[in-house]
């Protein structure tokens, strides 16, 4: 007997309602892929698509993982060497001293995300996160029958944090402050000043303060500060991985710490164990290839950085030659922020991105994806393809201001 399609009320609304605008958007692209039309891909901040490439010290230390054998499962809380590899890098390059214990191997931020949102989050909890931010951070908040509340990040400003507004959010319901710096999806780096702001609020409430160091030395200006060097006495949990300094999104790895003067996150680690425990553990000869990629020299990076220094400010003096766009200048990773001016020709910045797929085939993400509030009437562009393809995106998306095509 052939089986019947589920019913959808068999579905839970918590899969129903999770969205993520960066491959939402692919979906509707492929589509006009398939159907011959050409398409310029600048919505994923995927180092690897055009034509940076892994350093090829870590691509090598991964094949002798995994030829050395190290393909069985792991410990669940990640191999000792990453670990503590994790703990050098950590001291080394961000002045953030923890424990090797302190330290979770994951698969990916994105999985610390969805762990330490399960084990905060209750039904009705509420939790800060900047708007606009890196999506997941909605979605799996809502994911756990929360309420990601945006805090304002102010564009005049360089899309610095407003702690007046997270301040004004506060409530016996929330349970954590996420900030993300450098940040996805504006490219802003907050000053020592702005993340000393957070560590006063966090510390005034007893609020646990996440912090998402993903891009910290992807950077074009100020080295930014680590928000657990600054954080003396207040707990801090620290996300970072590999996706995008290590240019090896691929192989999903990454870490949370735990920053603590006094053991204060012991349960809440307990809880995050049990879950790593769940899922037995992480990609294993990623783990041992990155333990060692963590202690190597920066020099591959320079000449990356300056590539995309030179992509960052081709791309912001051009948007802002457009009429009806205008940009602040990233500071950090591979993103810029843009404010479309909808002028009546396009009811909000959804409409928009996709009228300008149909009509030029170029990719990019609306805004309010990334917060509904904070990010209307923007679109986010990643600046990682050569500047070639960058040009004829811009030129594209010049005729299509001025000229409607
Ligand atoms: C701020 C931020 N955090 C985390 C991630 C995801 O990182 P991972 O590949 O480690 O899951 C991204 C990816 O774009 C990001 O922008």
């Given at each position: 007997?052939?089986?019947?399609?589920?019913?959808?009320d068999?579905?839970t609304?918590?899969?129903?309602?999770?969205?993520?605008?960066?491959?939402?958007?692919?979906?509707?692209?492929?589509?006009?892929?398939?159907?011959?039309?050409?398409?310029?891909?600048?919505?994923?901040?995927?180092?690897?698509?055009?034509?940076?490439?892994?350093?090829?010290?870590?691509?090598?230390?991964?094949?002798?993982?995994?030829?050395?054998?190290?393909?069985?499962?792991?410990?669940?809380?990640?191999?000792?060497?990453?670990?503590?590899?994790?703990?050098?890098?950590?001291?080394?390059?961000?002045?953030?001293?923890?424990?090797?214990?302190?330290?979770i191997?994951?698969?990916?931020?994105?999985?610390?995300?969805?762990?330490?949102?399960?084990a905060?989050?209750?039904?009705?909890?509420?939790?800060?996160?900047?708007?606009?931010?890196?999506?997941?951070?909605?979605?799996?908040?809502?994911?756990?029958?929360?309420?990601?509340?945006?805090?304002?990040?102010?564009?005049?400003?360089?899309?610095?944090?407003?702690?007046?507004?997270?301040?004004?959010?506060?409530?016996?319901?929330?349970?954590?402050?996420?900030?993300?710096?450098?940040?996805?999806?504006?490219?802003?780096?907050?000053?020592?000043?702005?993340?000393?702001?957070?560590?006063?609020?966090?510390?005034?409430?007893?609020?646990?303060?996440?912090?998402?160091?993903?891009?910290?030395?992807?950077?074009?200006?100020?080295?930014?500060?680590?928000?657990?060097?600054?954080?003396?006495?207040?707990?801090?949990?620290?996300?970072?991985?590999?996706?995008?300094?290590?240019?090896?999104?691929?192989?999903?790895?990454?870490?949370?710490?735990?920053?603590?003067?006094?053991?204060?996150?012991?349960?809440?680690?307990?809880?995050?164990?049990?879950?790593?425990?769940?899922?037995?553990?992480?990609?294993?000869?990623?783990?041992y290839?990155?333990?060692?990629?963590?202690?190597?020299?920066?020099?591959?990076?320079?000449?990356?950085?300056?590539?995309?220094?030179?992509?960052?400010?081709?791309?912001?003096?051009?948007?802002?030659?457009?009429?009806?766009?205008?940009?602040?200048?990233?500071?950090?990773?591979?993103?810029?922020?843009?404010?479309?001016?909808?002028?009546?020709?396009?009811?909000?910045?959804?409409?928009?991105?996709?009228?300008?797929?149909?009509?030029?085939?170029?990719?990019?993400?609306?805004?309010?994806?990334?917060?509904?509030n904070?990010?209307?009437?923007?679109?986010?562009?990643?600046f990682?393809?050569?500047?070639?393809?960058l040009?004829?995106?811009?030129?594209?998306?010049?005729?299509?201001?001025?000229?409607?095509?």
């Amino acid at each position: 007997m052939p089986i019947k399609p589920l019913h959808s009320d068999l579905i839970t609304n918590r899969t129903k309602t999770i969205q993520y605008a960066i491959r939402d958007v692919v979906v509707t692209a492929k589509r006009l892929e398939a159907s011959g039309q050409q398409i310029t891909y600048l919505n994923i901040g995927d180092p690897i698509v055009y034509d940076f490439e892994t350093p090829s010290f870590l691509v090598d230390a991964f094949c002798a993982a995994a030829k050395e054998g190290h393909n069985g499962y792991s410990a669940s809380a990640g191999i000792p060497t990453f670990r503590k590899a994790v703990v050098k890098k950590e001291k080394r390059i961000n002045q953030v001293t923890i424990h090797e214990s302190d330290v979770i191997a994951t698969a990916g931020i994105s999985e610390g995300i969805q762990m330490v949102m399960a084990a905060l989050v209750h039904p009705g909890s509420e939790v800060l996160v900047p708007g606009p931010t890196y999506p997941p951070y909605l979605a799996f908040v809502r994911f756990f029958d929360g309420t990601a509340l945006t805090y304002r990040c102010i564009e005049e400003e360089g899309w610095r944090p407003d702690p007046d507004d997270i301040r004004a959010q506060i409530t016996d319901k929330t349970a954590a402050i996420v900030l993300i710096n450098p940040n996805n999806p504006t490219g802003s780096v907050y000053s020592e000043k702005t993340i000393k702001t957070f560590v006063n609020i966090a510390g005034e409430y007893g609020l646990p303060l996440i912090s998402d160091e993903v891009y910290d030395r992807l950077i074009y200006d100020q080295t930014p500060k680590s928000t657990a060097a600054l954080a003396k006495d207040v707990p801090v949990i620290g996300f970072n991985g590999l996706s995008k300094v290590y240019l090896v999104p691929g192989w999903r790895i990454g870490y949370m710490y735990f920053h603590h003067q006094n053991h204060e996150f012991a349960e809440l680690k307990e809880h995050i164990l049990k879950q790593a425990r769940i899922r037995i553990c992480t990609n294993a000869p990623a783990q041992y290839a990155s333990a060692v990629a963590l202690q190597e020299s920066d020099a591959y990076l320079k000449p990356v950085l300056a590539r995309l220094r030179e992509r960052r400010d081709l791309v912001s003096k051009r948007l802002n030659e457009i009429q009806g766009i205008s940009t602040s200048k990233p500071e950090g990773a591979f993103y810029i922020f843009p404010k479309i001016n909808l002028n009546n020709r396009w009811t909000n910045d959804e409409t928009f991105v996709m009228e300008l797929l149909h009509k030029t085939g170029v990719l990019v993400v609306h805004g309010s994806g990334f917060d509904p509030n904070h990010g209307a009437n923007h679109f986010r562009l990643v600046f990682l393809a050569p500047p070639p393809i960058l040009n004829s995106a811009l030129d594209a998306l010049q005729h299509f201001m001025e000229k409607g095509s």
